[in-house]
C-alpha cells in the first residue's frame, strides 16, 4: 500500500488502489503523518479480508506516482466517492489519468448508493431477477458477472483476455458484448434504407464468433456468452453493467495532444457504469 501526497492532497494506495486522506492546509509532517494514518486504517481493513499487505508513504502527485508504480504490478485499482467539489475533481483526475496512462491494467471502482440492479441478461432493459453480488461496507465482493466489450479490435481483443483470465479467477460467467448503431440515423445514415439491419447484426455476431471460438478452444471448460445488439458500445455495457460485478473495456487512447485521453467509449463507461470498470490501455504488457 503506497499513500502519495503533494501539498494537500493525500491518497493511499491498497495494492494499487486509493483511499482518500482528505483536504487540509497542513506542513509536510503533518500530511506525512495523515497518510501514515489513511495507510493504517487501510492496512487493517485489508487485514480484516485476509489479504497480505505492505505500506510506503511517497511524496508526489498521486496520479504520477501511481502510474510509476504500475509498470511493478499486475492490477492497478482506484475508486471514485460520487461527490462533488474541490476533492471529486482531484480524484476524478487520479481515476481519469491512470487508465490511460498506467503499465497494467486498472480497475475504476464506482460509489453506489444502491445495490446494482437493471438489465437481465436474457433481455436488456428488463428487470433483474436476482441482482449481481453485492456486499457491505468491508465485505470481499464477489465477482459472479463479468461482461467484456469486443469490436474487432487488436485491444478489444486484450481485453477479452484480461476479461477471461478474470473469469477464470472468480469462476464467473463471462459475456462477451458487440454495439452495432445501425438503428442511429445521426450514425450510420449514410446505410441505404435497403440494408438489412438485421444481417449486419447477424454479420457482426459471425466475426464475433471466430474470436471468441478461438479463446473457447483455448480454454477447455470455458464458455462465453456472446451478444450483438443495436447500439453503441458505451451505452450497452453502461446498460449491462446495472447486472454485471465488473466490466472490461480496451482502450487504444488517441494520438497527440488527445493521447491524454481514453477512447470515447472507455470514457463514457467509466464515468456511468453502475459497477468497477477494468480498463486494458495501449501500455499494458500482453
Known amino acids: 500500500m503506497v499513500a502519495a501526497h503533494r501539498l494537500q492532497l493525500l491518497a493511499a494506495l ?26 493504517a486504517e487501510a492496512e487493517a481493513r485489508v487485514a480484516d479480508a485476509g ?7 511517497a511524496t508526489g502527485d498521486a496520479a504520477g506516482v501511481l502510474v510509476e508504480l504500475s509498470g511493478d504490478y499486475g492490477l492497478a485499482v482506484v475508486g471514485t466517492r460520487g461527490r462533488g467539489g474541490f476533492t471529486e475533481r482531484l480524484l476524478g483526475t487520479v481515476s481519469s489519468a491512470l487508465p490511460a496512462h498506467a503499465q497494467c491494467p486498472v480497475v475504476v471502482v464506482p460509489l453506489r448508493a444502491e445495490a446494482n440492479r437493471g438489465v437481465s441478461w436474457g433481455e436488456p432493459g428488463e428487470a433483474e431477477a436476482e441482482p449481481a453480488g453485492t456486499s457491505g461496507p468491508g465485505e470481499v465482493r464477489e465477482v459472479r458477472r463479468i461482461v467484456v466489450g469486443v469490436d474487432g479490435s487488436p485491444q478489444a481483443e486484450r481485453a477479452l483476455q484480461h476479461a477471461i483470465t478474470q473469469a477464470t479467477a472468480w469462476g464467473a460467467e463471462l459475456t462477451a458484448v458487440t454495439g452495432v448503431p445501425v438503428g442511429n440515423a445521426g450514425i450510420l445514415a449514410w446505410l441505404p434504407s435497403s440494408i438489412d439491419r438485421e444481417q449486419v447484426l447477424a454479420d457482426i455476431g459471425a466475426g464475433m464468433d471466430v474470436l471468441v471460438d478461438r479463446y473457447e478452444a483455448q480454454n477447455p471448460g470455458l464458455r462465453i456468452r456472446r451478444i450483438v445488439l443495436d447500439g453503441t458500445g458505451a451505452e450497452l455495457l453502461t446498460e449491462f453493467s446495472t ?15 488527445r493521447g491524454l485521453l481514453l477512447g470515447s467509449t472507455s470514457q463514457a463507461v467509466l464515468h456511468h457504469s453502475a459497477c468497477p470498470v477494468l480498463v486494458v490501455n495501449k501500455h499494458c504488457p500482453d
Open 14 to 39: 491498497v495494492h494499487g488502489g486509493i483511499l482518500d486522506g482528505g483536504y487540509a492546509a497542513l506542513d509536510d509532517t503533518t500530511i506525512q503523518e495523515g497518510a501514515k494514518s489513511v495507510l
Open 51 to 57: 489479504v497480505r499487505a505492505t505500506t510506503e508513504v
Open 243 to 257: 447486472a454485471s460485478d465488473l466490466v472490461v473495456v480496451g482502450s487504444r487512447g488517441r494520438g497527440g495532444f
